[in-house]
């Protein structure tokens, strides 16, 4: 086997042991405990190669996992024996075209680039998932990722107007490209985006952008209870103010970070919520007076203005470390993205605490309120078996919390191997047994990332 995928890659591209290995071996729940095991880790470094590795380990029943930059939350990306194809090697920006708004970039660019390579042109890619500097392209399209930004712009999948992808037995297929719509045939292109890596690799986009915005403004709104907080979103919802961002922290999400807060602090915190505006100066002057007033009812403490790039910038450098820092009050976290209609969110916000409770751990939540998406979490200590036995317990609650909410087990993260056994619960049966014949037309061995996402029936 080593022998005969080294002979398709170029040399140093097969590796079988030592630390590159290992950390193919886990993905961002690794503070979870989750490891896995592989037979090598493949790094090819065109579409060609991973068409050849995909063809040798589907004539020889070899299990395929593709890996982005493994921050993926749903451990997605961990192995089970097998080939672990990691898309790495593939970081060209084949093309940008800033007068038509339109990038092609393969699998593994990492989303910070595309996201540097856009605003050079003038530019911007709306996703933002937290983790951009270290995932891919790839992993963004594999697990359709979002992000603070994607309540006013849109997950992933509305910025992809075309996928270059190998399929089983080891083809190379393009799906769309530069045009902006299509509707010629099923859109097997939306089937792939989200299909974490079940369906076949991705290896190339390409992407649709928009100018960049010229300005910039945040509020952040403080409140005592999570009551008020909610509220307060509602009603930014209900007076029509178009922000691009919604988020919350809770209190204890709060107490966890509020320690980096580049800002000046609040006196009284137990809920905040994070509101932008962004567009012409005048247009974001306007929007972020609204949002003043729309999160003054009922606030703690006076609403807090950031004008500026640089202030916005530092303000989503601290919200990107708020998941680590709320780790380390315990040294590990099980932490979900649950989704709810809007009008149920303050029930699970405070559903999240009452599980925690129950089950005797520490819980907050944080996330993307106006998309009704939470990372609930429940703080444990990784070396005590019985903690995460309870941990493990209070995520299947609240997976049935959001089902009974008439919300979901999975806004963001995907499905992994985590939640693969609550899929039968989230979705309708009928959606359960034609997902399962679509696993089986794509993959007809049942090679590529086995045994996650799409339950089979047996
Ligand atoms: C601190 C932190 C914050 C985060 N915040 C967010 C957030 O706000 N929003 C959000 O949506 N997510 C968030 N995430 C989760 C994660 O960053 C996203 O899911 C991201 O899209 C994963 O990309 P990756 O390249 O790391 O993929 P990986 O972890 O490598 O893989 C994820 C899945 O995609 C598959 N895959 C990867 N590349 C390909 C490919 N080229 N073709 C086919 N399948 C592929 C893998 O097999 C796996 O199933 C966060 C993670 C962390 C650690």
């Known amino acids: 086997m080593v022998g005969e995928l080294t002979a398709l890659l170029s040399p140093g591209r097969v590796v079988t042991a030592g630390p590159e290995l290992r950390i193919a071996l886990s993905d961002g729940t690794a503070n979870q405990g989750i490891e896995g095991s592989a037979d090598l880790l493949a790094l090819p ?5 991973v ?34 194809l990691s ?4 970081g060209a920006v084949r093309s940008i075209e800033p007068g038509l708004w339109r990038m092609e970039a393969e699998a593994g660019v990492r989303t910070a680039t595309v996201h540097r390579v856009a605003l050079e042109n003038g530019l911007f890619f709306p996703p933002d998932p937290g983790a951009s500097e270290q995932s891919t392209l790839g992993g963004n399209i594999a697990t359709n990722a979002g992000g ?21 037995p080891g083809e190379i297929m393009r799906l769309g490209g530069t045009v902006r719509k299509d509707v010629s045939g099923l859109d097997l292109r939306d089937l792939l985006i989200g299909s974490e890596g ?18 910039r403004a945040a509020v952040v709104g403080f409140f005592e209870t999570a009551s008020a907080g909610c509220e307060a979103i509602a009603a930014v919802m209900g007076s029509g103010i178009r922000a691009t961002t919604l988020e919350f922290l809770d209190r204890g999400a709060l107490e966890a970070s509020l320690g980096s807060f580049p800002f000046e602090r609040p006196e009284r915190p137990g809920f905040a919520v994070i509101s932008e505006a962004d567009g012409h100066p005048d247009e974001v002057s306007r929007v972020a007076g609204e949002l003043e007033e729309a999160l003054s009812p009922g606030s ?32 590990g976290k099980i932490s979900e993205d649950v989704v709810v209609p809007l009008e149920r969110f303050r029930e699970a916000v405070e559903g999240t605490l009452a599980i925690g409770e129950r089950v005797g751990l520490e819980a907050c939540s944080w996330g993307h309120a106006g998309d009704g998406n939470l990372h609930s979490t429940f703080l444990v200590d990784l070396a005590d078996p019985e903690q995460m036995e309870r941990g493990r317990a209070a995520a299947e609650q609240l997976f049935s919390m959001a089902i009974e909410l ?20 989230a979705l309708d049966a009928n959606a359960v047994r034609l997902q399962a014949e679509v696993k089986r037309a794509f993959d007809p061995k049942l090679l590529l990332n086995p045994g996650k996402k799409v339950p089979l029936p047996g």
């Open 45 to 49: 470094e065109t579409t060609e190669q």
């Open 51 to 84: 068409a050849a590795v995909l063809g040798w380990c589907y004539s020889h029943d070899v299990p395929v996992i593709t890996r982005g930059g493994g921050t993926g939350l749903a451990a997605g990306a961990v192995p089970h024996g097998g080939v672990v």
């Open 87 to 90: 898309t790495e090697r593939l």
């Open 148 to 168: 603070p930004h994607t309540f006013k712009y849109g997950v992933t999948r509305a910025w992809v107007t075309g996928l270059e992808a190998v399929i089983a």
């Open 198 to 215: 079940t369906l076949g690799i991705v290896t190339a986009a390409w992407l649709k952008l928009v100018p960049a915005p010229e300005s």
């Open 300 to 331: 703690s403490d006076r609403p807090l203005r950031l004008t500026g790039q640089a202030e916005t910038r530092e303000l989503w450098s601290w919200r990107d470390r708020v998941s680590p820092a709320v780790a380390a009050r315990r040294g």
């Open 406 to 425: 008439g919300g979901s087990i999975s806004g963001e993260h995907g499905i992994g191997t985590l939640k693969i056994d609550r899929v039968t619960d």
